[in-house]
């Protein structure tokens, strides 16, 4: 059974830093992207971030320059470095790993917590 595991998600003021993981846990037998998505309150989920197989990644017009995603294949594991953070950063963040063999499919962890206060 699949489960994606989130950490380091809370509270910080307006211009620090936090660091998102994500570890896979279970088999996937080819993941072709893995990425990092957001629902403030009363907003739609929003995707944030992307790392495709091949290392090419993709983000949000309102995070580049800011946040960088990065992936440890030996582990598993995706990570969000998250600077200058702002408070419209304010969000569940969710882990999202999409699968492209047998089927597609896209894995949820359950989400973290991120408030940046001003």
């Known amino acids: 059974q699949v489960q994606l595991v989130e950490s380091g998600g809370g509270s910080v003021q307006a211009g620090g830093s936090l660091r998102l993981s994500c570890a896979v846990s279970?088999?996937?037998?080819?993941?072709?992207?893995m990425a990092w998505y957001r629902q403030a309150p009363g907003k739609q989920r929003e995707l944030v971030a992307a790392?495709?197989?091949?290392?090419?990644?993709n983000y949000a017009d309102s995070v580049k320059g800011r946040f960088t995603i990065s992936r440890d294949n030996a582990k598993n594991t995706v990570y969000l470095q998250m600077n200058n953070l702002k408070p419209e950063d304010t969000a569940v963040y969710y882990c999202?790993?999409?699968?492209?063999?047998?089927?597609?499919?896209?894995?949820w962890g359950q989400g973290t917590q991120v408030t940046v206060s001003s």
């Open positions: 790392i495709t197989r091949g290392d090419i990644t």
């Open positions: 999202n790993v999409r699968s492209d063999y047998p089927i597609w499919y896209d894995y």
């Open positions: 279970g088999s996937i037998f080819s993941i072709n992207a």
